[in-house]
T-cell receptor, first 112, second 111 residues
């Protein structure tokens, strides 16, 4: 158990509504990541964080924003959800150095 | 061009077979390499890290070729429980680097 909790685990929302996904860690790791996973695309990086208030864009950041006001929480917000954002979202954490990342159990988001 | 490319498969092989996966990466500054395993509807989990000298963990062998920018994974004496998707993962030269995943190779082991 890498001490990562994602919430909610499942969510159905309507097009145009805002949605926030939460990633919480108990490991005090500096680095946190949000990915989405879709058939045929694998895991694609949305945003990542290398410290409190330090975030950067990944390859598919359009339509998403993030915030990290404290070490343990990394929030992913869909300002106005679209059907193309229906996906499985994974959060990951990593400690200093060239080490592996550990993943949360994922959030299955459906936008109808 | 994707930063990390893998053959999506699926690979369908009999139990006991040897199977090999390859992965190529485009960023020559990449420094850290991993293979992850992902079971259906689960989160990815680290299978093994990949070192320049190559490394082995039981039936699994990983190799890195920096000159050609590819990574390989060899599974010997495959088991039914090896059925999963295998993800190639590449990261940059510092802790703050992005971690980039290949799209994964599906492996199915048949009895």
């Amino acid at each position: 158990d890498a001490g990562i909790t994602q919430s909610p685990r499942h969510k159905v929302t309507e097009t145009g509504t805002p949605v926030t996904l939460r990633c919480h860690q108990t490991e005090n790791h500096r680095y946190m990541y949000w990915y989405r996973q879709d058939p045929g695309h694998g895991l694609r990086l949305i945003h990542y964080s290398y410290g409190v208030k330090d975030t950067d864009k990944g390859e598919v950041s359009d339509g998403y924003s993030v915030s990290r006001s404290k070490t343990e929480d990394f929030l992913l917000t869909l300002e106005s959800a679209t059907s193309s954002q229906t996906s499985v979202y994974f959060c990951a954490i990593k400690k200093e150095g060239n080490t592996e990342a550990f993943f949360g159990q994922g959030t299955r988001l459906t936008v109808v | 061009r994707k930063e990390v490319e893998q053959d999506p498969g699926p690979f369908n092989v009999p139990e006991g077979a040897t199977v090999a996966f390859n992965c190529t990466y485009s960023n020559s500054a990449s420094q850290s390499f991993f293979w992850y395993r992902q079971d259906c509807r689960k989160e990815p989990k680290l299978l093994m890290s990949v070192y320049s000298s190559g490394n082995e963990d039981g039936r699994f062998t990983a190799q890195l070729n920096r000159a050609s920018q590819y990574i390989s994974l060899l599974i010997r004496d495959s088991k039914l429980s090896d059925s999963a998707t295998y993800l190639c993962v590449v990261s940059g030269y510092s802790s703050a680097s992005k971690i980039i995943f290949g799209s994964g190779t599906r492996l199915s082991i048949r009895p």
